[in-house]
Structures are given as structure tokens and as C-alpha cells.
């Protein structure tokens, strides 16, 4: 499902080239929940933005068998790619906001009122996006992810703004989603490690499996 070989991204910061990935290197092979940790600045977004072919990178990462740089129209209908506070529009309504994702969905098995009712916000599908807080901003954002039915989901730091117990409803949900396809998160968020079949640490751009 996903090949990373030798993956470096540079750019140029202050004090000269910067080196945000040094030769990682990954296969994963089959759906799963992957978590990648390591201190702010390792390399973690980069790495998922990266896979998403939101930034140039020299060596080679393949999506069902793609490569990125060289497919990014094709790659872009496998792979869904959730940053942090970029994805809402604050004038949609909860409802509006998921009814124009799964306008696009590629995945008719994903029942919406499940989903909002598991992320719990069942009770905030008229609410204006503005109005909603931080962590509800967030599980908007993940149901939007989750309704998208793409073969590939990326989410930078899916649990950022939650309390624990929305952070363990929203690990055991990402979890479960990973049944059918491959989810990778960049996190900090120990709850989410302990649903994750697979941990890697990235540090200094060098990736290796967690210990």
C-alpha cells in the first residue's frame, strides 16, 4: 500500500539548507493504524505531506503502486491527507460541512450518523463551524477524513485540543477504521499509541521503529 525509499526533503531556512528528512525509509503492506512520534520539528509532518506530494523529495514513495511525484492526479483519489485547522469553512454548519464530503465519498458503507455519533457531535449538526470549540473543530474534522473512504488517510495530530476521553473515543474509532484501509497519524498523544498497530519514532528526519 505504501513504499518509502530513501526519502530526503531539503529547503532552505535562516542559517542555510535544512535537512527535514535523512533517507527514510518505510513499506507497509496492508491496512493498519500507524502512529509516528518524535519532539516538534523531527519531521513528522513533513513526512506525511510528503506521502500526500505536498512537498518535492528526492528518492521514491509509492501509493498502490504510484509514484507520487510522478502521479500526483491519481494519488490524490488513494490518499487523504488532514493537517491541522486547514480543512473546515467557517460558515458551514456541523451537517453542511459533512454532507458536502461525502458528497465525494468513495465509501458507501460509512454510515454518518454513526460516525457523528461516535465522534459525539450528533447534537451539534446545526451549529455553526465558528462556533464550535477546539476539540470540536477537530472530531469535524476527522468525520470528514473517515466519510472521504480513501485507500490512505494522513492526519497530523488527530487527538490536538481533545480531553482523554474524546481522545480514547477517537483512537478506538481510528482504530476500528483501520480495518479497510491505512491510516498513519503524526501524534504526540500516548492514548493514540496504545490503539496503534505499528510505532515509529522520527528524530533529527531519521525514521525508526518505536522501542
Not at 52 to 70: C, Q, T
Not at 74 to 95: A, M, W
Request: hydrophobic share 40%; glycine share 8%.
Amino acid at each position: 500500500m505504501l513504499e518509502a525509499i530513501n526519502v530526503k526533503v531539503k529547503y532552505r531556512g535562516k542559517g542555510g539548507i535544512v535537512e527535514a528528512l535523512r533517507g527514510v525509509s518505510l513499506r507497509l503492506d496492508k491496512p493498519l493504524l500507524v502512529s509516528i512520534i518524535g519532539p516538534s520539528g523531527s519531521g513528522k509532518t513533513t513526512l506525511l505531506r510528503a506521502i500526500a506530494g505536498k512537498v518535492p523529495y528526492e528518492g521514491s514513495i509509492k501509493v498502490m503502486g504510484l509514484e507520487v511525484k510522478d502521479n500526483r492526479s491519481e494519488v490524490s483519489r488513494l490518499v487523504f491527507y488532514l493537517p491541522v485547522g486547514e480543512v473546515l469553512i467557517d460558515e458551514l454548519t456541523v451537517n453542511e460541512s459533512i454532507e458536502l464530503a461525502s458528497m465525494s465519498s468513495n465509501d458507501n458503507s460509512v454510515s454518518i450518523g454513526s460516525l457523528l455519533k461516535w465522534l459525539n457531535l450528533d447534537g451539534l449538526g446545526s451549529r455553526r463551524i465558528i462556533e464550535l470549540s477546539t476539540g470540536e473543530r477537530r472530531r469535524v474534522e476527522l468525520a470528514i477524513a473517515l466519510i472521504k473512504g480513501l485507500k490512505l488517510i494522513l492526519i497530523d495530530e488527530p487527538t490536538v485540543g481533545l480531553d482523554e476521553d474524546n481522545a480514547r473515543r477517537v483512537s478506538e474509532l481510528l482504530k476500528a477504521a483501520s480495518r479497510n484501509r491505512l491510516i498513519i497519524v503524526a501524534t504526540h498523544d500516548p492514548i493514540l499509541m496504545e490503539y496503534s498497530d505499528l510505532v515509529y519514532r522520527i528524530r533529527n528526519g531519521a525514521l525508526n521503529p518505536y522501542q
